[in-house]
């Protein structure tokens, strides 16, 4: 086995000693996205972006089990221990446990100026916010990224306003390049491998 197919293999399931899994998302969370995803509060600064309905969240969802399919990798499901949030949407797989939906994040591949990048993302449910989850898909992201595309720059698209998503991407080695070239709304952190 290559150490990318063992890249891509480890990706589909990751359990922190926290309890905190990552894993390959599947159609069955769309009600776990829309949980998150319909909070207004979660695209504070992307109003138009939160879902509508649990639908919206099945569509949202399709291009990540498309990625998924196609290169092994991609955005995860985040999940929480159901005791750090007994309030949260239960996980949608049986190999959850007694988890809860927090939110998606992880990496996948983009196209930045005519090149290839990856872009890293995160968003969770405000109640699983303030819990390290970001600095952890960060963290697997960066351990992740040279083993399924190396020398392969990696990045995290955000908006300006957004400091907190900014500090995250900051304390792990990315640097702020400013607005993304062809943007006006959209700010730029690079980490180069």
């Known amino acids: 086995m290559t ?3 063992e890249a891509r293999r480890r990706a589909l399931r990751i359990t922190t000693d926290t ?3 990552l894993r390959r998302p599947s159609e069955a969370d769309a009600a776990g996205v829309f949980a998150v995803h319909s909070d207004p509060s979660v695209y504070r600064y992307d109003p138009q972006e939160t879902h509508a309905d649990v639908e919206h969240s099945a569509r949202f969802l399709e291009p990540m089990l498309d990625h998924w399919a196609e290169y092994g990798f991609g955005y995860w499901a985040v999940l929480l221990p159901a005791a750090d949030w007994p309030e949260g949407v239960p996980g949608a797989e049986a190999e ?3 988890r809860v939906f927090a939110g998606l994040g992880g990496i996948r591949n ?3 100026e ?3 990048v990856l ?3 995160y968003r969770f449910a405000p109640a699983a916010q303030g819990r390290g989850l970001a600095r952890i ?3 697997q992201s960066l351990a992740l990224a040279p083993l399924v595309a190396p020398g392969t720059d990696v990045v995290v698209r955000t908006r300006p306003a957004n400091a907190v998503a900014r500090h995250v991407a900051e304390r792990a080695g ?3 390049e400013g607005l993304e070239p062809g943007t006006t709304d959209m700010q730029l952190l690079r980490y180069r491998l």
């Open 3 to 5: 150490t990318a197919e």
């Open 19 to 21: 309890g905190v899994l």
């Open 96 to 98: 959850d446990g007694a």
């Open 110 to 112: 983009h196209r930045l």
């Open 114 to 116: 005519g090149r290839s």
């Open 119 to 121: 872009n890293v993302y």
């Open 137 to 139: 898909v960060v963290e």
């Open 174 to 176: 990315f640097v702020d």
